[in-house]
């Protein structure tokens, strides 16, 4: 007996959440076989189980690949989204980073060394309390009050949650360069 079902196989990157994009990079990053990466990612971006994958004929496995391929080749946002929706809740990314408190770094560095695009954003995306033209205030934080967001935070789409990861990434190697430079001065004048 024959069984037929649909599948959603997403064509942009908006259509990824975050949740699912960490579920596929961490099924496929370390794999090498051509085969389990092709489950893995059918599986993880289609949300369908891998034993339903591996009984699929090939003819519909390879038109699934093709168009998530055309996906996966696409670039994902890299631009931080200042303003965003969430159940009627405007929440703002975070107006002045070079104010962050001592809390608030050490959980955004401890978010970002775990992979959790989502904690990061609930650090950094906080409801808005106050606005002002393009200006705006948001909520002090609280660890326990505001991480509580971060399930909200995983349904949205990647090229959110992308652009937050490519900043502090890129942050995080400017840094470095600037820590280098500054040792090589000091080893030099020493």
Not at 164 to 184: M, N, P, R
């Amino acid at each position: 007996m024959k069984k037929t079902f649909e599948i959603s196989i997403p064509t942009e990157w908006e259509d990824v959440s975050i949740e699912k994009f960490v579920k596929y990079s961490q099924a496929v990053n370390h794999l090498e076989d051509d085969k389990e990466i092709v489950v893995k990612t059918i599986s993880t971006l289609c949300s369908i189980a891998e034993e339903v994958v591996e009984v699929m004929k090939m003819k519909d496995l390879q038109k699934i690949q093709t168009t998530l391929q055309k996906l996966i080749s696409k670039p994902i946002n890299k631009e931080i989204i200042n303003k965003i929706n969430i159940e009627g809740t405007v929440y703002g990314f975070h107006p002045k980073l070079d104010e962050m408190t001592m809390g608030e770094f050490v959980d955004v560095e401890t978010y970002a060394k775990e992979n959790d695009f989502a904690g990061m954003m609930s650090v950094l995306y906080r409801p808005i309390i106050q606005t002002q033209g393009n200006r705006y205030n948001i909520e002090p934080y609280d660890t326990d009050v505001h991480y509580s967001n971060s399930q909200k935070f995983k349904k949205l789409s990647i090229n959110v949650g992308n652009a937050i990861a490519v900043f502090f990434w890129d942050l995080g190697k400017t840094q470095l360069q600037h820590f280098q430079q500054y040792s090589k001065k000091v080893e030099k004048e020493v």
